[in-house]
């Protein structure tokens, strides 16, 4: 135990941290990463030691912005250090290293820990990466997604069965949610949807809807709007559902890496956190998204329903094709607008409209609002008949956004540049994640006006000089930064149908 | 591209690590743990993302002490931040979570990655990992062993061949190289031993030798000093050998995890650095050590040898007896205390002096000094003749420290307090770890005075109110603090000799 005097130092975010002089932590025998208690007054929190030559002085402890929060620090004030033992969830963590399956105690021991922020990077990277290689049961998987749910908020709904659907990523343009949720709730169920906000894509869903309305609620707040019109479509960060899934993310990230039993996790979670008894998952298969093969897919879809079966879930899968943008928009703004001008009933790319219906048509067959095999065409009917777009207006006014908004009020990015073919010839290519850079340096998602908007489609005869895409941003520099960028990636192919001479059928002196 | 005003952050030690605003990095499109590379006039480097609120406002960079001292940069400046990929190294350690082999190659590209700080903790632990589960061949152990060492710096040593010894930890009181070095300088073989600091113990070899003299040098007067007296007992964090080995290990601790695989790197990079061409590995085997069982002990034996063949090193191991403390002392100045008694002929505990000689021998044997059989008693006789002590004050002598010292000149913790028996009985079991805590919370290895000194030895008879052990300390806080901890932890174990009575033999009514 021992007294020091208190530094602010506003630094990593996220997590309990204190530094130490680095005379003071051999006096105390601490290395760092090790944990301390940390106590003022009343209240203690375990925090991981940092030590330092220099930032603080010797007899002083500097503590997060975290942590000086938590105690509500100001001024000069001392806080008493005792040294502590390493989480219980390090053995656990271990045990998974070893190849061991862990219990539903033990799961929930290491969430509570991770959502405490008492595990370090280092801690939490071993528990994924342990995932990662060992795999786990489908029970492990089951114990995981509920305590990744329980150690957060968690939705009561009241009008019950709940609906939700989700869709895996690696496709741009994917801004079905937004269609999905209006024909859903206007056809009388609940679907309260939350979604994520973009890490690596152009846009997430929750990027897509805050150019309609705010998406940023508290628990609390989301049933409100879910009792009321029956749908929502909301950021799911912002009210606390399944904390450990985005602390998770952040180790996966900088690897690269999507464990698969990690992915069920996430995906599961959220939808146990807002209680869903039906769930549509798509999963969009092709070389550049999370579901490369048939194989992988097939395995996603078994264990996905296998997942759900165990948490009293009903889950059914959707195989959809992925190489290739879903729509013609990409970045916030431009598919918010897609979107709308879809449910206005305006011309847009036949095969959204398609993939959106039929995911909604699955979730009204099995709320038995349609029957078996008539689910698409009854969500197509709710966009023709002007209910679906009814619907989004509640939603947008529910979520505090202006319900009188229609598709041309959408405001998309002033600078704007098309790209044009090179040659002649059929588009036999679009590279998902070259379009995906572009619209990133254009500026979205950030800024909501920036993105691409296709002027072809796959399989499309063009000839030299035809608009292929053209590229919206808000700023003239990463207008001209996202045009390097389209001139040196060439995101779409264009290919002559005689893709290859064969030397050996020369005519010779030809 | 952007330009960015500096401010200096004193954090985290040890990596490039750079501070940016939350909107900056947003408009920049990056995450936390993204890289980013950092330039200044025509110098440049790769540095960690960190995101801040508050730390740095818009338009500023925070940099890192390292950074700082990297650019030498003062007073008001500004750097260029330029969008920069993922280190290759990433890709290969994919590949071993894959379960793949890699190339020497491939393990060239991690270990300049994981020296030049190119790796954030999470990479570094998911390599580690990797390899704990996933495990590696021998000849992956030989590639990483030799990149570990060629990555840093490397002894280049006039007279070979060269001998080495390793022990592996988790025995208190091993200071056993403080006889093996001098004798077998003495003999006339070139023993240049690095040995580490206390992580977790109560002190390493280095911490011992820091007693007697300086044990911080540069690979170029480590040599200097070898080539003068053919010994040398210094720290090999103190010139850059092997340093990556540091690193890993930094991930491997809070785990509290020694993945077989590393361990066996980690020992056999320090030795290719020196230029070892003979070695000997002490495994000191134990409940509490890092050998627990025979199988282990064989294993590692079996491992080292492997993998000093396919680096051409000719490796020979001994399995020792861990479940006890070697001699009496434990704590830096005491165990220096006892190695010069030993070497000064005063009576100490003869299982110290006996495995000191015996791997002494070894290395005197395949040195062709001694006939096979026979070092172990050539070892002694260097001890009895005085060549040992004489050549132990040489090597002070060249690494800068007093040749006069003799045993009663080295300086113990003033504050002493004995532990004594509670009972009579059989001295039945030391607890080297809860002896390792009672020296460390004495204040080893940082208070060089710090330890405990052992009155009785396992098996021995000891009456109620005998002495057990002292512990020795430089602070009076310290010594109370240590005692509590003798009391609560009880580290020996007395039993009579009638251990268990078993009801049946009971004659009743007695």
């Known amino acids: 135990m021992k007294k020091l005097k208190v530094k602010f130092c506003d630094i990593r975010e996220g997590r309990y941290e204190v530094f130490i002089n680095e005379e003071d932590a051999k006096d105390l025998g601490l290395n760092p990463n090790d944990r301390v208690k940390i106590s003022v007054d009343r209240k203690s929190i375990i925090a991981v030691v940092n030590t330092t030559k220099t930032l603080t002085p010797k007899g002083y402890i500097g503590l997060s912005r975290e942590v ?41 021991t290491i969430v509570k820990d991770v959502v405490s922020r008492s595990l370090t990077e280092i801690e939490i990277t071993a528990f994924v990466i342990g995932v990662y290689i060992n795999g786990m049961s489908i029970e492990e998987a089951s114990y995981l997604t509920k305590k990744m749910a329980e150690n957060g908020e968690m939705l009561e709904l009241e009008k019950k069965p709940i609906f939700d659907k989700h869709s895996l990523g690696g496709v741009p343009g994917n801004k079905i949610t937004l269609l999905i949720v209006p024909i859903v709730a206007a056809a009388g169920l ?68 999507d464990p698969h039993y990690m992915a069920l996790c996430s995906v599961m979670a959220k939808k146990y956190a807002v209680g869903a008894n039906f769930v549509v998952i798509d999963l969009p298969m092709g070389k550049e998204t999370k579901v490369p093969t048939i194989e992988k897919a097939r395995k996603y879809a078994r264990d996905f329903i296998a997942l759900g079966e165990k948490l009293g879930m009903h889950v059914e899968c959707v195989i959809t094709y992925g190489e290739k943008p879903i729509g013609r928009a990409i970045g916030p703004a431009l598919e918010a607008r897609e979107a709308l001008q879809a449910l206005e009933g305006k011309e847009v790319a036949s095969s959204f409209v398609e993939k959106a219906t039929g995911i909604a048509g699955i979730l009204l067959e099995a709320g038995g609002v349609a029957k078996h095999g008539e689910g698409a065409k009854l969500a197509l009917e709710y966009i023709r008949n002007g209910k679906a777009l009814k619907k989004m207006k509640e939603i947008i006014e529910a979520q505090g956004g202006d319900p009188k908004i229609s598709s041309s009020d959408v405001p998309i990015g002033e600078y704007r540049e098309k790209v044009y ?90």
């Not at 340096?441 to 796959?458: C, F, Q, R, T």
Request: charged share 30%.
């Open 421 to 510: 073919a090179e040659r002649g010839g059929y588009i036999t290519e679009f590279s998902n994640k070259s379009l995906v850079k572009i619209a990133r340096a254009a500026g979205a998602p950030k800024d909501k006006g920036a993105g691409i908007l296709l002027h072809v489609s796959k399989g499309e005869r063009v000839k030299e000089g035809d608009i292929l895409f053209e590229i919206f941003s808000e700023s003239e520099y990463k207008l001209e930064r996202a045009i390097r960028l389209a001139n040196e990636l060439k995101p779409v192919t264009i290919e002559g149908m005689l893709l290859q001479r064969i030397p050996e059928y020369r005519i010779f002196g030809y």
């Open 190 to 257: 609940t679907i309260p949807k939350t979604s994520s906000r973009a890490i690596t894509s152009a846009c997430g869903t929750a990027d897509i809807m805050e150019v309609l309305a705010p998406v940023t609620f508290s628990a609390r707040e989301m049933e409100e709007i879910v009792n009321k019109t029956n749908g929502m479509i909301a950021w799911g960060g912002g009210a606390n559902l399944a904390p450990a899934d985005d602390i998770f993310i952040n180790v996966e990230y900088p690897l690269a890496i």
């Open 68 to 108: 000086c929060s938590f105690f509500k620090l100001k001024g000069e004030r001392e806080v008493v250090l005792t040294l502590t033992e390493k989480p219980k969830s390090i053995e656990f963590i271990k045990k998974k290293l070893d190849g061991h399956e862990l219990t539903e105690q033990e799961y929930d």
